[in-house]
């Protein structure tokens, strides 16, 4: 029986960057190509977006991947799904027009200077970049079911570039994807400012906002070499109220992070410090690792077996913790 293939963020995906839509921003195994992820133009209000184009491409895309043609930038991804030709689900509705999957990734503003950063990449190559006011896309979005939670009733937006507690209209998209019925956020942050308002989402029964802080550090000396601001007390303190918020129905919801970048946190004592902080200081139930990606490309994907030992090694000491672990993407393409 012949395989067909397939991937949910081709089909429904957006990922809104600063001057074009792409399917998603997670070509990252294949960052050569990451140019290629492109669906059409895109830099503001001042622009209409074309969707009947953008589904046009989708469609043309999902069409050749189940078919086995699959796109270069998607060449590589886990995410790509295969299923048999003659199997009872046949996921017609990827051919469907609709987005369910918003990645917000317009603003490179952020209160940090990670070393490892895309987005400071991004400033020195586009240097005409200029931030630009998204509510107005997704008003329309909502209004016209281009994002359809009809359709869709678990889609979610991601804020996945930049800081996105420090966007001036951070809670008032919260609050407008919630007017009209979305459950689902995700929210990747440095955890350097408090936002009451995630912390009041964490709270709630029926919605769910997934917070990932990328800590890489157990001690100030290593934050600061990674992170380049002195602000490791104010991220630990905002990590135990962020973990505190999750406690009582989604203690899972706040992942806390460690990107292992070699010569600056490769070492066992520094991981044992960052596991010893989390888990017993600041409450938290959910730990991911990770390979820094620019390092990681250098090396053209060759890990050396120490850095693989310390990713095992955070695995299972999570295992022996009962705490929930995740490999991130590096480190998932590892398959260890
Ligand atoms: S297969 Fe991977 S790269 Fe391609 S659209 Fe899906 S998530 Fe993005």
Known sequence: MGKMYRCRYLAHGLYIHYDCFRHCHL???????RNNNYIIPYAGPKDKADWNKVFEIKNTLVK???????????QGCHWIEEFDENSEEQFLSDLDN????IWIGHSNECNANCIYCFSYQEILEHRTYKPYDIFPLFK????NKI??????????????????????????????????????????????KYSKMSAKVLKEKDVDIHIVISLDAGTR?????VKKVDKFNDVCKNIKAYAKSAAKYHPTSLGVKY???PNINDTKEEIDKWLELCINKLGVKYLIADIEEKWF?????EVPEYVKDLLRYIRNRCEQEKIAFEFYDRALVLNL
Do not use: W
């Open 147 to 192: 994002y359809n939670l009809e359709k869709a009733p678990g889609a979610h937006i991601s804020f996945a570039m930049g800081e996105p507690v420090i966007l001036k209209k951070f809670d008032d998209i919260i609050k407008l994807f919630a007017k009209y019925g979305n459950k689902h956020y995700a929210l990747y942050t440095n955890g350097i």
């Open 259 to 261: 990107i292992i970048i």
């Open 221 to 225: 000396e290593v934050f600061k070499k």
């Open 64 to 74: 050749n991947m189940r078919n086995g043609d699959i796109p270069p930038f998607c």
């Open 140 to 143: 329309e979005m909502l209004n």
């Open 98 to 101: 609709y987005i369910d999957m």
């Open 27 to 33: 070509s990252i195994h294949s960052p050569k190509e």
């Open 297 to 301: 490309v250098r090396q053209n994907g």
